[in-house]
């Protein structure tokens, strides 16, 4: 079964906000943490990726934080564009499986201006 | 350009017919794989590659086959049975277990 999830299938949000978008995990073997953006119509993209053992790395405008702790990830975006709507999935990769990436459901994000 | 293509981008079929969607890399990338994403949906692996000749299944295999005679493509069949074959097709490749896979552009399977 999936062992990668999300907390909230959407979140709305005005042009200019921060958006956070949330994933929770079970597999305390993932090596990586990856996002993922997929536009209508469109296979996903890569966006930014994380290290198990590393709790925050910083991209262009996007931010991902990972708490071990409490198996959480999230992906902030800073100044939310109607470009970045959205769905965004988290994915682990677990290397010594050597089995492919396994995504969560996804979250839909929906810029307003 | 580098990329991955997927054909055709719309597909229609009527129940009972196989039929086989195409993915083209050239990446150099020596795994592919297989997803299906229905409406509101994450995405389901169904087949993977690490390389040539050899493939592994997904999680839902099922009703589906595939080949892996060339590193560049990596066909999908969907056979009679699989019992709801209408869905959102995906094919990407990456390097052996790469966290950035690249993406195709997709194919809709719809079955009449």
């Known amino acids: 079964g999936e062992s990668v999830g999300l907390h909230l299938p959407t979140l709305s949000v005005q042009e200019g906000d921060n958006s956070i978008i949330n994933c929770a995990y079970s597999?305390?073997?993932?090596?990586?943490f990856i996002w993922y953006k997929q536009e209508s119509g469109k296979g996903p993209q890569f966006i930014i990726d994380?290290?198990?053992?590393?709790d925050k790395r910083q991209g262009q405008r996007v931010t991902v934080l990972l708490n071990k702790t409490v198996k959480h990830l999230s992906l902030q975006i800073a100044a939310t564009q109607p470009g970045d709507s959205a769905v965004y999935f988290c994915?682990?990769?677990?290397?010594?499986?050597?089995?492919?990436?396994?995504f969560g459901k996804g979250t839909t994000l929906s810029v307003s201006s | 350009d580098g990329g991955i293509t997927q054909s055709p981008k719309y597909l229609f079929r009527k129940e009972g017919q196989n039929v086989t969607l195409s993915c083209e890399q050239n990446?150099?990338?020596?795994?592919m794989y297989w997803y299906r994403q229905d409406p509101g949906q994450g995405l389901r692996l169904i087949y993977y590659?690490?390389?040539?000749?050899?493939?592994q299944k997904g999680d839902i295999a099922e009703g589906y086959s595939v080949s892996r005679e060339k590193k560049e493509s990596f066909p999908l069949t969907v056979t009679s049975a699989q019992k709801n074959p209408t869905a959102f097709y995906l094919c990407?490749?990456?390097?052996?277990?790469?966290?950035?896979?690249?993406f195709g552009p997709g194919t809709r399977l719809t079955v009449l």
């Open positions: 597999n305390s073997a993932s090596d990586y």
């Open positions: 994915a682990e990769n677990i290397i010594q499986a050597g089995t492919a990436l396994i």
């Open positions: 994380i290290r198990s053992n590393m």
């Open positions: 590659s690490q390389i040539v000749n050899d493939f």
């Open positions: 990407a490749s990456s390097i052996p277990q790469g966290n950035e896979q690249f």
């Open positions: 990446l150099n990338h020596d795994a």
